[in-house]
């Protein structure tokens, strides 16, 4: 505890020049104003009836507080299937996020540490698929899915976003974790640590910012994802699809009744955020800081 | 120290396998996708074919996949509530804009739902073609089917002779919109006359909007379709769909010139046409003061009427689209909404036996947005349903919507090019000869 | 319910103890080989479950979609490089392409360049989490919501008319009439490039604050002790050591604006000249039933990011040499 808590503490004392301190804070503040507004208006929007928002500003209801209404909510939450959708999400989302991220590291640790031919020609290819169009690759998978007998399956779904997130995930755990001090696997090595231990036990460890970074990501991407599910799944596999396609489904076939979407994207956004404001405990300084001596 | 810790993690490791191995074993088939039924419907599935359950019911299950969202997916799910109570069929609709994407994907992957919404007659041939929908001649009663329903839908529906789409809604378009206490005025007998009603607010006899995200434009297309069949009769209009008359041709930019005419003449110039989405075209009917007289649109706007214009019934009235030329009176223009059959399954029967009947289709109608494309159905929610169906039914000239009887490839185009026409109207020539080029390639396949 | 509460479980644990058993066992077999063979095949070993999944998603469906791009509309006929040909000389294309150069330089700087802004001036206060929490939400709203908030950010109404659109009711306020923001190119492609700055500023923030995080306190401390001020720590310690991750940030942007296919089909769909190439992928794909085309252009997309790849290769040698 204490070894962390130092550096922070030291972090604190530091304020420097008051003029300094309060310039900080306001530039802060107008950046965070400029990027909550367009959500704050949707916000405002999401609570007003579809006639008001259609002629007048969400800005003219924040003096007026009877233009306001649930109903937008109501008629989401009250939407058949949405528990389900919510679990059917969380079902797809959490081995789609453990996976890659499991994956990856193996993977990074070896192009960070280990040498051998074709290494860097290798990693360039990994980062040079980060280009492909998910949607060209549907059809080929699709029918080695189907041959395989595994089509409409949620493993179907788990593998796609796997193969589909690792490109990215490798390319960023790679790079933090070749940013390790070199020192830390050196001296392992030399006290006969394998480097499947020096991975466990140091570099495992040291990278949990960028763990948690990736963690958040793949979430959140799968998350949000309709397009994957929708054809993985199967568009007719009804009870088994995501939270997205029932909310891509509130607004109707001409692009109106997009008021309810508004209340679900809020819905549907709670979960990531607390995701990522929970994770946010390992994006702590002195997590590297401690295994370096000096 | 070491090995042992080599040693102790495959151990553990090798406990958690075998864990995991006896977990999956003793809930058997957990890991397999547990669907309530109805899964990876591939074409020779037979899981649908359950045994009958009492009282006869077919039992089982049929997937669905339309465009539908919203109240229009409450609506279907109205409709189809008697015949699930019926047959004891479990009707699973799944609705999705990207109505091309997922099936294109499935005609090429094999991977389909059941029924599907199509996206229109074109690619309804092509996946014929493609041997992936089937004919419908031994589901329906033909002989009913065709009595009961207007010949063009009937029509477009047709592959080989074959009948592979059905409509089971519909909708009429050129119709126009007004307000009864702005405007007071009758049905104006041409389209001369309308134009030279007097006393428009502030000068803007229509309110447009084109905006409709990915589709802008579609209005557009609604209003040159309407002229073409007006000024030059359903003959070019049909050699117009079928690719071999020419966007250049005096025809087809005499429909343009008639829409700029219109453009010129509405509430807030073409900045305000090009962003306002279509849903909020009309609100201007409702303003106080009013933006406009007039609002050309079709049979559905009314819903939007309401819910985004916030208007009351009895707020909006229409009278069709009047004649251009009198050599071709009485034209109308119409739309619907197309269904196939992908996999054969005694349920998937049973659904589109049902769908094309008039106690489905009327179901639909009662709830108000929606016209039905069986005949016979008679009983409406109001006098403006009653009226745009019988406009529908008795049509002297009547053509499905162009635009959605085209190439997709043309489609967008002509979205596209209605948006640049009204964004610079001085480059018709130039939008028109590019719609050419398109034409060439889009139709020659 | 209960069935599924198991699979997830299994998944969730299985998962990495299968990999981490894996691990184990082949480095108990890698003990058994001579020396020189262990180090030669321990990266193949820890690699080949990622490339496996690559190769089956990734590179799989790539060969087969250059294989395509070689035959007619029915997947049929070998037209040689006719799909080629139409891209490259249809109008539309070479205003997608010169928007997604717009976009490349546009999105990185602005995404990269204000991540790291942020990265920054959030690290030096309390209120950090919450400060991070709330640029990050914009990625947390997925296309779908951002579409309709951005709608309502640009909305346009003609002069005289009540403003629903947040920009031009600011407009209205200060007196200047509202703009049509979606109409007017090229006004409209930074405008749809805002949008996805906005979206993925918190990403890049995300990433360079972790790697913020990684430079010891002590450094920054001896430096600050040695009478440097903040602009010279800045230059000289932290932005040296955060250069590979903005490297790593930027690559995925550049990446990413080529790419660039949400935003403008869901507010646009590239008219107006908004066009961008994934967009043309995505039409000639599903709406124009032309899979030949649409490999053609993937195949453009995956040339042209071959200098991207070429600038990160030197950059690694570069890095490798240094460590």
Redesign the interface.
Same mark, same amino acid.
């Given at each position: 505890m204490t070894a962390i808590t130092q550096?922070m503490a030291?972090?604190?004392r530091?304020r420097g020049p008051r003029l300094g301190r309060i310039g900080?804070?306001l =530039?802060?503040g107008i #950046?965070?104003f400029i990027?909550?507004?367009?959500?704050l208006? *949707?916000l405002v929007?999401s609570l007003r009836p579809?006639?008001d928002?259609? $002629?007048?500003?969400?800005? =003219?209801a924040l003096g007026s507080p009877g233009s306001f209404t649930t109903e937008n909510y109501a008629h989401v939450l009250a939407q058949a299937g949405l528990g389900q959708a919510f679990?059917n999400s969380?079902?797809i989302t959490?081995?789609a996020t453990?996976?890659p991220v499991? @994956?990856?590291s193996?993977?990074a640790?070896?192009?960070a540490w *280990?040498?051998?031919r074709g $290494? &860097?020609?290798?990693?360039?290819l990994?980062?040079? +698929?980060? @280009?492909?169009?998910i949607? =060209?690759?549907?059809?080929?998978?699709? $029918?080695?899915f189907?041959d395989l007998g595994i %089509?409409? &399956?949620?493993?179907t779904v788990?593998?796609?976003h796997?193969?589909?997130g690792?490109?990215?995930a490798?390319? #960023?755990l790679r790079?933090?974790m070749?940013?390790l001090p070199?020192e830390v696997f050196e001296s392992a090595a030399i006290d006969?640590?394998?480097? %499947?231990?020096a991975?466990?036990r140091l570099a495992l460890p040291m990278s949990v910012?960028?763990i948690?970074?990736l963690v958040?990501?793949q979430f +959140?991407f799968v998350w949000?994802d309709? !397009?994957v599910a #929708?054809?993985y799944?199967?568009? /007719?596999?009804?009870?088994?699809?995501p939270l997205?396609?029932l909310?891509?489904?509130?607004?109707?076939? !001409?692009?109106?009744?997009?008021h309810?979407? *508004?209340a679900a %994207?809020?819905i /549907? *956004?709670a979960l990531?955020?607390i995701v990522?404001?929970g994770l946010?405990r390992y994006?702590?300084?002195?997590?590297?800081?401690g295994a370096?001596k000096g | 120290m070491e090995i042992s810790f080599i040693k102790r993690s495959g151990l553990v490791a090798g406990l958690v396998a075998a864990a995991v191995v006896v977990a999956a074993c003793s809930s058997g088939g957990a890991t397999t996708a547990p669907s309530t039924g109805g899964e990876s419907a591939a074409p020779t599935s037979a899981g649908e074919s359950a045994a009958p359950t009492e009282g006869g019911q077919l039992g089982g299950t049929v997937t669905v996949i339309g465009t539908w969202g919203g109240s229009e997916q409450e609506s279907f799910l109205a409709m189809v509530a008697p015949f699930e109570a019926a047959t004891g069929i479990d009707v699973q609709y799944t609705g999705t804009r990207d109505i091309t994407l997922v099936l294109s994907t499935g005609v090429a992957s094999g991977i389909l739902p059941d029924v599907a919404g199509l996206p229109n007659p074109g690619s309804m041939v092509e996946w014929a073609n493609a041997g992936a929908l089937r004919p419908l001649d031994d589901v329906l009663d033909v002989a009913t089917y065709t009595a009961e329903t207007a010949p063009a839908l009937v029509e477009l529906g047709t592959v080989d002779g074959k009948i592979t789409g059905v409509f089971i809604k519909a909708a009429v378009k050129g119709l126009i919109w007004y307000n009864p206490a702005v405007y007071t005025g009758g049905e104006p007998a041409t389209w001369d006359a309308l134009q030279a009603t007097a006393a428009a607010p502030a000068g803007n006899l229509w309110c447009i909007g084109l905006e409709s995200g990915a589709a802008s434009g579609w209005p557009g297309t609604d209003w040159i379709e309407d002229f073409v069949l007006r000024q030059s009769g359903p003959d070019v209009y049909d050699a117009w769909v079928a690719g071999t008359q020419k966007w250049t041709s005096p025809e087809i930019k005499a429909a343009f010139e008639a829409f700029g005419g219109a453009i010129a003449n509405s509430y807030g110039g073409s900045d305000a046409v090009l962003t306002t989405n279509f849903g909020d075209g009309g609100n201007q009917l409702f303003a106080d003061p009013p933006g406009c007289l007039f609002h050309h649109q079709a049979s559905f706007i009314t819903d939007f009427f309401k819910n985004q214009g916030g208007a009351q019934e009895g707020q909006y009235e229409f009278f069709r689209m009047p004649d251009i030329n009198s050599a071709y009176a009485g034209a109308t223009t119409g739309a619907g909404d197309l269904f196939g059959m992908f996999n054969d399954t005694p349920q998937a029967r049973a659904l589109m036996a049902y769908l094309v009947t008039a106690d489905a289709q009327k179901i639909w109608v009662e709830r108000g947005g929606a016209l039905s494309a069986n005949k016979n159905v008679s009983e409406y929610p109001d006098d403006i349903a009653k009226r745009s169906a019988e406009l529908l039914a008795n049509a002297g000239v009547f053509r499905f919507d162009a635009s959605d009887l085209m190439p997709v490839a043309m489609n967008e185009s002509f979205w596209k090019a209605m948006l640049d026409y009204v964004k610079t109207p001085g480059d018709l020539d130039s939008i028109l000869s590019n719609l050419d080029t398109v034409q060439t390639s889009a139709y020659g396949g | 319910m209960d069935d599924r509460l198991i699979t997830a479980l299994i998944v969730v644990i299985g998962v990495p103890s299968v990999l981490f058993g894996y691990i184990a066992l082949t480095e108990r077999l890698l003990m058994l080989a001579p020396d020189h063979w262990r180090v030669r095949l321990r990266p193949w070993v820890w690699l080949a479950p990622a490339v496996g999944f690559l190769t089956v998603f990734l590179v799989y469906p790539t060969i087969y979609t250059l294989y395509l791009s070689f035959l007619d509309k029915f997947s049929k006929e070998f037209v040689g490089i006719d799909n080629y040909v139409y891209f490259l000389t249809t109008s539309d294309t070479l205003i997608a392409l010169r928007n997604n150069v717009i976009w490349l330089v546009l999105l990185t700087f602005l995404a990269v360049g204000g991540g790291l802004l942020v990265a920054i001036l959030v690290d030096r206060v309390r209120y950090e989490s919450v400060a991070k929490s709330l640029i990050f939400v914009p990625l947390a709203i997925s296309f779908v919501g951002a579409g309709v908030i951005w709608k309502f950010m640009f909305d346009f109404r003609p002069p005289g008319q009540a403003q629903t659109g947040t920009l031009n009711g600011i407009l209205g306020a200060v007196g200047v009439d509202p703009v049509p923001w979606l109409i007017n190119a090229p006004g409209n492609t930074v405008a749809l490039i805002i949008v996805a700055v906005w979206i993925w500023t918190g990403f890049c923030m995300v990433i360079l604050s972790g790697a913020l995080k990684g430079i010891s306190t002590e450094l920054l401390e001896a430096a600050r002790v040695d009478g440097a001020n903040e602009l010279q720590v800045f230059r000289g310690i932290t932005l040296p050591l955060l250069l590979p991750t903005i490297a790593v940030v930027a690559t995925t942007m550049v990446i990413t604006s080529l790419k660039a296919f949400d935003v403008v089909y869901v507010m646009t769909n590239g008219a107006f000249d908004t066009e961008v190439v994934a967009n043309r992928l995505y039409k000639e794909l599903f709406a124009f039933g032309q899979p030949g085309r649409a490999s053609a252009v993937a195949i453009v997309l995956l040339l042209m990011i071959i200098p991207v790849m070429a600038i990160n290769i030197r950059r690694f040698r570069e890095q490798e040499a240094i460590r």
């Open positions: 550096p030291i972090a604190n530091r900080l804070h =530039t802060i #950046l965070l990027w909550l507004l367009p959500t208006g *949707m929007n579809a006639a928002v259609s $002629r007048t500003g969400w800005w =003219t679990i969380l079902f959490i081995p453990i996976i499991a @994956v990856a193996f993977a640790y070896a192009f *280990m040498n051998f $290494r &860097d020609a290798l990693f360039i990994v980062v040079g +698929l980060l @280009v492909i169009p949607q =060209t690759t549907m059809v080929p998978i699709l $029918r080695l189907r %089509a409409g &399956d949620f493993l788990w593998l796609a796997t193969g589909y690792l490109p990215f490798i390319f #960023l790079n933090y070749g940013g070199r006969g640590a394998s480097p %499947a231990t991975f466990f910012p960028a948690a970074s958040i990501f +959140l949000n309709l !397009l #929708l054809i799944l199967g568009a /007719s596999n009804a009870a088994n699809l997205t396609v909310v891509a489904n509130l607004s109707n076939s !001409l692009g109106g009744e997009w309810f979407l *508004m %994207a809020f /549907s *956004m990531p955020l990522f404001f946010q994006f702590v300084r002195g997590i590297t800081g370096v | - | -």
